[in-house]
């Protein structure tokens, strides 16, 4: 199943196609930016019953060369297979739109970043027919933003730097100047941006403190990925409430709460759940008896 983070990784250059441009450098390919993006379809499959698709397709138009192609591919973790896979992409477009292919494969880790960087040979060993050379852009070289100000120069940048650098102990800080410049962004540019970087941190410890900065610094939003993330806080706020009122209960009523029975408490985020919990801590003689049908 593709997460949410791997959509981010990739649609972020959908939404902001010259971005590419301005991480090349980092990257070590100066290009110019495009005089205009078309982002095209992304299936790559052919009439044999394989599937392939590339994560984002665009097309480059640019002033003084000729267009060219840009896949995007967010990579979550090694995989020996992706290697063909990406070969093909190269393959397939030069022959399909007549126009010179690049692959851009963006990670959250150091480690797949890494092995995805690393040239790899098709063919004998004494003459290699192809070699593959993506660009990567991941956590080993994406820059960290944490001033406003070169948030504010280069939103877009920032909000890759905050997806890329989701499992970095300083992430917070990026996070927090992304949401400082935001409050002054027109809501129309600012509400993608929340969207992708929810997306993008997943379910990392990060998504937390997005969610709290979104709920504080941005209140006064009212897209509908702002107000998930707020709902979904008073929505923890009141389950951790609650399941503080059921072992409160069963202590006063003496009732012996094993770790593993007080765990699952604690750890529930069902509010009708415990609903049901509370009603029948009031009168259950063992915690066997208020996770009766559980």
């Known amino acids: ?42 299936d790559l ?22 267009p060219l192609l840009l896949a995007v591919e967010a990579q979550g973790k090694k995989d020996p297979n ?53 660009l990567v852009a991941g956590p080993h070289n994406m820059p960290v933003i944490t001033d406003p100000a070169e948030v504010r120069k280069d939103l877009a940048l920032a909000t890759l730097s905050a997806i890329t650098h989701a499992k970095n102990p300083d992430v917070g800080a990026i996070l927090k100047a992304v949401t400082t410049v935001l409050r002054d962004t027109p809501q129309a ?23 709290n900065l979104v709920a504080v610094d941005l209140s ?14 008073r929505d923890e ?14 202590d006063r009523r003496g009732i012996d709460i094993s770790h593993a029975d007080r765990e699952r408490i604690t750890s529930c985020d069902d509010l009708d759940i415990l609903g ?3 009603d029948r801590a009031i009168t259950a003689a063992s915690t066997t008896e208020v996770f009766a049908d559980q």
């Not at 006064?220 to 806080?233: Q, V």
């Open 1 to 42: 199943m593709v997460s949410s983070s791997h959509e981010a990784m990739h649609r972020i250059f959908q939404d902001h196609p010259g971005l590419f441009s301005r991480i090349s450098e980092t990257l070590g390919v100066d290009l110019a930016p495009p005089t205009s993006v078309t982002v095209l379809p992304n």
């Open 45 to 66: 499959t052919e009439t044999s019953p394989v599937e392939r698709r590339v994560d984002t397709l665009l097309r480059w138009e640019r002033k003084d060369d000729e």
């Open 82 to 134: 992706k290697h063909a896979s990406w070969a093909y992409y190269a393959s397939y477009l030069l022959t399909k739109y007549r126009l010179q292919p690049m692959l851009l494969v963006v990670c959250q880790d150091r480690a797949t970043a890494e092995w995805a960087a690393r040239p790899v040979d098709f063919g004998p060993r004494r003459w290699p027919l192809l070699t593959l050379r993506p």
């Open 189 to 211: 540019i600012a509400d993608p941006i929340i969207e992708l970087i929810s997306q993008g941190l997943g379910k990392r410890p990060a998504a937390e403190i997005w969610r």
């Open 220 to 233: 006064f939003y009212k897209s509908y990925i702002a107000e998930e993330i707020r709902d979904e806080g």
């Open 237 to 250: 706020g009141r389950a951790e409430g609650r399941a503080e009122d059921i072992l409160r209960l069963l």
């Open 276 to 278: 049901r919990w509370f």
